[in-house]
Each structure stands twice: as C-alpha cells, then as structure tokens.
C-alpha cells in the first residue's frame, strides 16, 4: 500500500470540478427517484454519463471513454458516493462487459462494446435462483440447443436492475449429465425477447429487485459468451470482478461499484455528527455528552480503517461495520431516528434509518460476507477450502 500524498494537477482539478458540477445538478432528482423506486439507476442520468464518456471513463474517446487518469478515475469515484449515486446497474453491467470483452465473439462485442460505455445498454447477473445462491453449481435453468439457437427455460431470482437492463447475462445448465459445475454455459439474453417475464422484489433496504422467468425463450448461438459447457471459467473471472479480486482490486476505479460500504457509513456518521450537535427540546446538546462524543469519535475512526482494504477484507470489514455502527447510531439517537424521509421531524431527512435497513443486504449480496471470509482464509492466507469441490 502506497500511503504516499498525490499531486493534483489543474487538468485533474478542472475535471473534479466539472464532475462535481454535474453531479450537484443531478443529486436531488437521483435521491428523490431512488428513494420511491429503489432501481439502482436513473436512466436519464446514467445516460447523460456515458455521453460524457464517464461510464468507462479508462476507455479512448473512440470507444466511448475520455482516456482518464488515475486520479481523474479516483475523482469520479469518490464524488459518485459522496453524491450517493446508486451503482447497481452499472456495477452489474461493468462485470458482464468485461466478460463480453474477454470471452465473446467479435461479432457480440460490436453488438454491445460500444452502446455500453454510452449509456445506451445496461446489463444485470443472472445468476442466482431460488434454490442456489452461494452454490452456483446447482442452477437448474436449462439452455437447450436447437440447430443454431438455443432455448432457455427457467427462473431467475434477485435479478437486481434488470426492470432497466437491455440483457441479462445468464447462467444456464447446457449438460444435464455433466458433473455439476461442468455443464453450465453463459449467456446474454436480450430481455426483449418473447417469453420473459420480470417481477419486482423489494427489499427490506428499500432496493428493488427481481424475479426473472424464461419461458422458452430463443436466443441464436451469437449469444453464447464463452465455450460450451464452460461456464465455470467464465465465472471464475466474472466472480473474481464482482469479489473484487485479482486487477480489479488494484484498480484506480473501483469497478465493484460500491462493495466496500464504508461511504454509507461516513454519510451516516455525518448525519449523526450534524444531529449530535443541534441543541433538543430540552436545551442540551447530545455533543456536550461524553459518551456520544466518544461513541462517534469511535465510528470515525471505523470509518477510516474500513476505507483502505480493497477487495474481500474490505467487502467483510465495511459491510459488518456498517451493519454494527448503523445499529448503533440509531440507539443513540433514540425513538425519532425511525422516523421516514419526508415524515416531520425525521432526523437527516431519514438517512440514519434508511442506512440501517440498507446495511442488512449488503451481508448478502455479490456472494455473503461468509463467503468472502473464506475467500479471505483460501486466497489471501492459502488455508484449505471450508467446502467439498
Ligand atoms: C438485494 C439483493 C440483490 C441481489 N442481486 C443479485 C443479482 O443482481 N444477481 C444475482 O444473480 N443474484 C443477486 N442476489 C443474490 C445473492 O447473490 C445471493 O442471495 C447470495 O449469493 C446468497 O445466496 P442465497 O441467498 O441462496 O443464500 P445461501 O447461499 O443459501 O446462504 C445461506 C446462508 O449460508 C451461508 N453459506 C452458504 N454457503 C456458504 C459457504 N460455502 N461457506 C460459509 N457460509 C455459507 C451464507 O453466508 C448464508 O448465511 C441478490 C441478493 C440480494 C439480497
């Protein structure tokens, strides 16, 4: 880890200043439409991004990105969270692309290369259905070879974004026969096709995601991403990505979208922080009360020590973190912190009991914080695996 100080130059300050511009304009109707909706994007804003060339903002200018910098990536990164610009339909779309780039055809990169990093395409996983979700290895949706298409039946469950994804990237079973995790191929289905059905879910953290049904839906072999019946190594990369694992970690631009969790708890702390020091209907201040200050003087430095592993000790320290220091704020605050944003006398416009409902899913989603404790005991420390092959 390089703790070194970083020199800004007046291009790189330019740039902050036109991505904190913009995202300023946008932040209210964001807050505003993620709050009733819970989608995990704005089209409008997230299309309004890419025309800027700051989806994938590493790309050249002729594949749809501005060529940045690393502190221009670091910049746009920092100012997406501190603005609180939900990243879950472009965290998803990201991982799959990468994929495209890396395993598809020529001819499907040029499908959805470009539109991608323009904000015309947005992807979401199609992984998980209600009987696997950390086991992978048990998807049960079948694809079904006939002549050059292929035909996909099946459920799909916690498709987060795909009520505004154009594709969702699916694992399916191709060989029925194969052991377990040998018979599974990936694909990107067109969610326009005939025979899909989309049926919301919200969650307790007020997201909103999905069941997704495939009725016997055909998809020509140009959607195949990867060889048949390997999913597993295809996976292994998309899994790596969404882990937070390998380049990805080391990366400028944090392309989990948001898996360290650490900036909804420094929102939440500030929250707290503002609230501690208004004076209350008694005429005392919480600030003037050791035990707060001590309490959030306590969470500050959480928040500072949660900020810098990357990839899975991140993941685990920020996600259960959050969980505990949310739970915790809330008790100090007292009865009105329950109250809703928008409810008179909601403290913080509601975003302490906002982020305590938020934190329970972020144990759970893109593989639990279990899980990623085992990631953490077999890549990082070389221990065993805890589970049979
Ligand atoms: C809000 C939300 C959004 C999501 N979005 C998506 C999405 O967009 N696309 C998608 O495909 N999926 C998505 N998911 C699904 C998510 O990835 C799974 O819920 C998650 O991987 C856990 O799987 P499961 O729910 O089947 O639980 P299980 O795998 O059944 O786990 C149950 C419990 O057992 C523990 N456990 C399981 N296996 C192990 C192990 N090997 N070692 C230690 N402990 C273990 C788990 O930690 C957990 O506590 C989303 C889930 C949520 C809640």
């Given at each position: 880890v390089n703790f070194g100080t970083v020199t800004i130059s007046e291009a790189d300050r330019s740039f902050w200043k036109e991505v904190v511009g913009f995202l300023d304009e946008h932040a209210e109707a964001i807050a505003e439409q993620e709050w009733r909706t819970g989608d995990g994007v704005n089209p409008d804003v997230y299309k309004a991004m890419g025309d800027k060339g700051w989806l994938m903002p590493w790309l050249p200018p002729e594949e749809?990105?501005?060529?940045?910098?690393p502190i221009q990536l670091a910049i746009l990164a920092r100012e997406l969270r501190a603005h609180r610009v939900p990243q879950n339909a472009y965290s998803n779309t990201m991982q799959v692309i990468a994929m495209v780039n890396h395993f598809g055809t020529a001819a499907l990169r040029e499908e959805v290369a470009l539109p991608v990093a323009q904000g015309d395409v947005r992807i979401c996983l199609g992984y998980t259905e209600p009987d696997c979700g950390s086991d992978?290895?048990?998807?049960?949706t079948r694809a079904v070879r006939d002549g050059d298409e292929w035909v996909v039946t099946g459920q799909k469950m916690f498709t987060t974004t795909a009520q505004h994804a154009h594709y969702a990237f699916v694992l399916a079973r191709?060989?029925?026969?194969?052991a377990k995790h040998r018979g599974l191929t990936t694909f990107l289905v067109p969610l326009t096709r005939g025979g899909i059905e989309i049926r919301a879910i919200h969650t307790l953290g007020g997201e909103r995601s999905n069941m997704v049904f495939f009725d016997e839906v055909r998809i020509t072999?140009?959607?195949?991403?990867?060889?048949?019946?390997?999913a597993w190594s295809v996976m292994n990369s998309a899994l790596d990505i969404e882990h937070g694992l390998g380049e990805s970690s080391s990366a400028g631009f944090d392309v989990d979208g948001g898996l360290n969790f650490t900036g909804t708890l420094a929102l939440t702390l500030d929250a707290a922080v503002r609230w501690a020091g208004q004076p209350q209907p008694d005429g005392?201040?919480?600030?003037?009360d050791l035990h707060v200050r001590q309490t959030l003087a306590m969470i500050a430095a959480e928040v500072e020590l949660t900020r810098l592993p990357a990839g899975p000790p991140g993941r685990v320290l920020s996600s259960e973190s959050l969980i505990a220091n949310t739970a915790i704020i809330l008790e100090l605050i007292g009865p009105d912190v329950l109250l809703q944003r928008g409810e008179d006398g909601a403290v913080a416009d509601g975003w302490p009991e906002y982020a305590h409902r938020f934190a329970q899913g972020t144990a759970i989603y893109g593989g639990t914080t279990d899980v990623h404790r085992s990631i953490v005991a077999e890549k990082y420390l070389g221990m065993p695996r805890s589970r049979a092959r």
């Open positions: 749809g990105g501005i060529a940045a910098t992978l290895a048990n998807v049960k191709t060989d029925p026969e194969a072999d140009h959607y195949r991403v990867g060889a048949v019946n390997d005392t201040r919480p600030l003037d």
